[in-house]
Nanobody, 124 residues
Framework: QVQLVESGGGLVQAGGSLRLSCAAS????????MGWYRQAPGKQRELVAS???????NYADSVKGRFTISRDNAKNTVYLQMNSLKPEDTAVYYC??????????????????WGQGTQVTVSS
């Protein structure tokens, strides 16, 4: 069964750091883009950062200079290093990945998967 498993959330004081991890497991041919989204209470889910299979990154303006996304293709894992955290970064963070997995005839199929979410709380 293909899944994304996240870890690393928690409670931190403003100015602190956290590192999120998300590992893809199961029968996977390859992984295209991976990313992190977040959703705060009463708000829509928003893109935080993304990274292509080639390593090209993209960040929301609100996190530029503070967050760094990276990936380890050998481990099918994406990371989000979050520094200088602010109370407004408080949200549930979701991992997202564009996975190519085998179909019924072992042919490649492209699907977007989501992790279960991990809570990040930044206290002031």
């Amino acid at each position: 069964q293909v899944q994304l498993v996240e870890s690393g959330g928690g409670l931190v004081q403003a100015g602190g750091s956290l590192r999120l991890s998300c590992a893809a497991s199961g029968n996977i041919f390859s992984i295209n883009a991976m990313g992190w989204y977040r959703q705060a209470p009463g708000k829509q889910r928003e893109l935080v950062a993304s990274i292509t299979s080639g390593g090209t990154t993209n960040y929301a303006d609100s996190v530029k200079g503070r967050f760094t996304i990276s990936r380890d293709n050998a481990k099918n894992t994406v990371y989000l290093q979050m520094n200088s955290l602010k109370p407004e970064d408080t949200a549930v963070y979701y991992c997202n990945a564009d996975l190519v997995i085998p179909g019924y005839y072992n042919d490649p199929h492209d699907y977007v998967y989501w992790g279960q979410g991990t809570q990040v709380t930044v206290s002031s």
